[in-house]
């Protein structure tokens, strides 16, 4: 499964993914316990940033790892951790919430990334 997905910062420079589709309430949108400082690191000063995401390997692809599961009393998702980024240890830890298997219709063991364009 692969995606592309748009993550853009409102006024009060809070992450949001931008899944049209989601029917649910946009504060389950909002990127939070690290994916936003992943998503810092990405777009650097740009205020939104675009991200292929799959759950299978591709070319040139960052990967994030599950670590644990939550259970839906703690919010449910997984917490995952990205070892490396741009070649750089990281050993960073980040929470992704139930949005994710929306997204990929379960919770992967890994998601491969990296930020393109769109034309």
Not at 43 to 62: G, I, K, R, V
Not at 70 to 92: A, C, P, Q, T
């Amino acid at each position: 499964m692969e995606r592309s997905i748009r993550f853009y910062k409102n006024a009060k420079h809070e992450w949001y993914a931008d899944i049209p589709e989601w029917a649910g309430a946009l504060d389950e949108l909002q990127m939070v316990e690290g994916a936003d400082d992943l998503l810092n690191w990405i777009a650097a000063s740009a205020n939104e940033c675009n991200l292929l995401l799959a759950d299978q390997h591709f070319e040139q692809a960052e990967i994030l790892e599950l670590v644990y599961i939550r259970e839906e009393n703690l919010g449910g998702g997984g917490d995952y951790i990205l070892e490396n980024f741009r070649g750089e240890v990281k050993n960073h830890r980040l929470w992704l919430c139930h949005v994710t298997e929306f997204v990929f219709k379960q919770l992967p063991e890994r998601i491969y990334f990296k930020e393109i364009s769109f034309d």
